[in-house]
Every structure is written in structure tokens, then in C-alpha cells.
């Protein structure tokens, strides 16, 4: 009696490791379906949030669903190619952060979809990998998409490092993705460190916190913030839908 208990048991483990593949198969095939579904019948646009295990993806994810767009998050390149758009978020280190992408393989992925004319847009950590380097991280390489400098936000009296909270926002240059955002908007930071642009026509949103911070660049299909428009209350919602709306060609 008691083999065929032992039997009997090591029989159902088997059954639910079988049962467990199965289910992990049809789970990836359905999100495959999905995003083909989309790209070839003219369904809802499937936006891609990067996992790098790096950062806030959930309360991205979150967002934009409130927005009734659809959503996966994901760290498969081929699934990331065939979005419609590409959200990078990131908290933490930039060196561990470049570090992550590149062990994901995720570093020539982001670099095509920006290719590829693909809307893209980083938040927060994501916004500084777009960049050459860090002062945070001396000798590590970023995505160099875009042209400038990650400095430490320079020390003065009266304010934290690192920055955390709410600041307004000086809007500049016709950001697409502040149509409908009201000068002087307060949105949500948190860093400690901070961009300054090459090219100061890329800027499309300025703060000030002990010195002038680049918040929002843009550059073709490419869209960045400092802040988080995730936790950024009702305008922040604004921001993610303005870039929901985007064309691949930038209309």
C-alpha cells in the first residue's frame, strides 16, 4: 500500500510540472497572438514597457492601463520590436542599470526601435541611459542615442540631495508630449542626479533645483523625462497619453 501512496504521489508531482510548462507555453503564445493580432488586423496599440529589473514598471503598467491602452511588460526582444511603442522606465544605478540591458541583450533591441522610427520614451533612470555617460558611474557607456551630460545635482543650502518631490515645470520648444500641459505644471521627482543637453533645441521642459534641469528632452521618435508622469497625478496621465497618440512617424 504504501509504493503505491509514493507512486500515486510522485505521479501528481509530474502531472502538475507538465501542467505548470504547458500553461507557462500557452501564456507566452497568447501574448505572441496578441501583439500579431495587433500589428496586422488594426486592433489597440500595444505598448511595451522594457523589464531590466530595474525600476517601476508596475506603476508604468498600471498608468497606461488606466489609460485603456494595452500593455506588455516585457524583457524579449522580438516582442519589443514589434510594439508600437517602447517605454523604458529605471530606478537605481546607471552603471547597474547598463549593466541589466546588457546582459538582457536589450542594448541593440532599444537601439533599433529607435531606428526604426518607433516612439520611445524613458522616465526617470531611462531618460539618463539615453545619454554618452554618468558621473554616477565614471568609465561605464551608455546608449548614446542622445548628446549630453548626467551631473550630480550640486549641493546648496536649504535642499536634499536627493531630489525628491514635487517641482514646476518651465515648458519650452513645443513638446508633443505636453500638448494640453499648463505652464508651471508640478510633477513628480526623484533622482540625484541630472541631465544638461547638448543640443538645447531638444529641450522641451526645464526646472529648477539648485541649479537648471533639463526634465524633458525630445529628438525625433524620442521622448525622455526626468520626472515621473506615472506618479504624477492628473497631468503626468496626460503626458502618457500624448505619447500613446504619437504616430510612428511622429505626428
Known sequence: MKVYVQQYCALGRQYLLIKSIYMMA???????????????????????????DAGN???????????????????????ILQADKVI??????????????DKFGLVDTIKEVTRKNTPFLGICLGLQLLFDKSDETPGAEGLGILKGEILRIPPKEGLKIPHMGWNSLHLQNDGRLFRGIPED???????????QAEDPQIVKAVTDYSTTIHASVEKDNVFACQFHPEKSSKYGLKILENFAKLEKEGN
Open 185 to 195: 505644471t508640478y510633477v513628480y521627482f526623484v533622482h540625484s542626479y541630472y541631465l
Open 88 to 101: 523604458l522606465p529605471g530606478v537605481g544605478a546607471f552603471g547597474d542599470a547598463m549593466n541589466n540591458l
Open 26 to 52: 500557452e501564456n507566452a503564445a497568447h501574448n505572441r497572438r496578441s501583439i500579431d493580432e495587433k500589428q496586422t488586423t488594426g486592433g489597440a496599440r500595444m505598448i511595451a514597457i522594457i523589464d531590466y
Open 57 to 79: 514598471l508596475k506603476s508604468v503598467e498600471k498608468a497606461l492601463k488606466s489609460l485603456n491602452q494595452e500593455v506588455i511588460v516585457s524583457r524579449d526582444s522580438s516582442e
